[in-house]
């Protein structure tokens, strides 16, 4: 404690309503401690804590907070509590501390699921506490015993690592919607996989980029057999289960009558399969119409392709306006647009990527060949075998 006082918990102050610095120890006003198991059985570990406020804080004892016990929660549940104090209308403007720490005991035989651990976290609103939980997975499992003679709960290290387990699924389970659907194999035209891999990355980081391709089944509201979005996503949203859907409008068709339609009955049968709450995001070149308050609309230049100059700037433009959306927006998917912002470069694997599934399309394309033998072939077949020799020699085939 003195080694703390000395190099940095010292500099932690606060300023009093006259502008006078608050000493260090009278800085915190909330005390949080979670545990699994009881340390001392005549007073809580705040109280025992607290005496060091007391001690360095010249009789400091106007702190808030107490213990928490529940299994391995407790920890969670200290830091949860404090965060929610310094974000509340009861915040006294001076720090929170949310103390984790982890006891237990058992026999022999089973010692190597014992030990000890404790951690400190100091809480503030300017320095926000961001993606602390990706998901909750909350269950009535029994993998604690009293046993008659130990006298502490004796513990079930392999029905503890099967909760974990199942837990960590269920917590992480995609929802219900994004089940429904399946992986779409096809490649997507070269230019707009350049930049749906990008934002697939910015998206869903923690998921293969070709897992956010993907195919629907159709609504009602929508005529074909299936949907397919450009991009789909979840868990950018501060909405997990909501959806985010990414459409790139390059085509000149998008801006015109019919277009335009499809556009607005595609973005009707996106909000359809999806919860409340979701978002589609339409990339285009011109500009054009409101869409509705659960569309953003966002309009860019044509940018070259195989041009990372040019791709960087869409991209970056792009995330401007996804940031836009800041109420809505995820607080880790902020911080992934921010940085991307800052450091205004492409990401490398979903550019590798993009190139490997181009490189895929190539091999499936028949070989193109020089000249036609039959004189008689219909113009379609004629018109076909200048559209294949065109694309092989722009790729330099």
Not at 274 to 296: C, F, N, T, W, Y
């Amino acid at each position: 404690m003195d080694r703390m006082e000395k190099e940095g918990f010292n500099e932690t102050y606060r300023y009093m309503p006259d502008g006078n610095r608050l000493p260090c120890w009278n800085s915190v006003g909330r005390l949080d401690i979670g545990s699994e198991s009881l340390i001392d059985r005549s007073k809580s570990m705040k109280a025992y804590v607290m005496d060091l406020f007391e001690r360095y804080g010249s009789g400091e004892g106007n702190i808030e907070g107490v213990d928490m016990y529940n299994a391995c929660y407790g920890g969670q549940a200290a830091g949860l509590c404090a965060q929610n104090w310094v974000e509340s209308d009861r915040w006294d403007g001076r720090y929170a501390i949310a103390i984790a720490t982890d006891i237990s005991d058992a026999p022999f035989e089973v010692i190597f699921s014992v030990g000890a651990a404790c951690t400190a976290a100091l809480y503030y609103p300017v320095w926000g506490a961001q993606g602390m939980c990706s998901g909750w997975c909350v269950g009535a499992v029994w993998i604690m015993f009293g046993a008659e003679t130990w006298q502490l709960p004796m513990a079930s290290p392999r029905r503890a690592l099967a909760l974990a387990l199942a837990a960590l699924g269920a917590a992480f389970a995609a929802p219900a919607w994004w089940r429904r659907s399946q992986v779409l194999r096809e490649v997507k035209s070269k230019s707009e996989l350049e930049l749906m891999a990008q934002l697939a990355v910015l998206l869903m980081p923690e998921k293969p980029i070709e897992e956010l391709f993907r195919s629907f089944p159709a609504p009602r509201s929508w005529s074909r057999e299936e949907l397919l979005p450009d991009l789909a996503s979840y868990g950018a949203l501060q909405d997990k289960d909501a959806a985010l859907f990414i459409e790139y409008d390059g085509h000149p068709a998008h801006e015109r009558g019919y277009g335009d339609r499809t556009d607005r009955r595609k973005n009707r049968a996106l909000l359809d399969v999806a919860p409340e709450g979701s978002v589609v995001v339409r990339i285009g070149h011109a500009r054009r119409k409101d869409m509705g308050p659960q569309v953003l609309y966002v309009q860019v230049p044509t940018w070259q392709r195989d041009e990372d100059k040019s791709l960087t700037q869409i991209l970056s433009k792009i995330c401007n306006a996804l940031l836009t959306l800041r109420e809505q927006l995820a607080p880790d998917t902020s911080l992934r647009l921010m940085r991307h912002l800052m450091e205004n470069s492409l990401n490398v694997t979903a550019a590798a990527y993009a190139e490997r599934r181009r490189f895929e399309h190539l091999a499936e394309l028949p070989p193109p060949h020089a000249d036609t033998e039959d004189d008689g072939e219909d113009d379609a077949a004629a018109r076909r075998q200048r559209a294949l020799e065109k694309l092989y020699k722009s790729w330099g085939a």
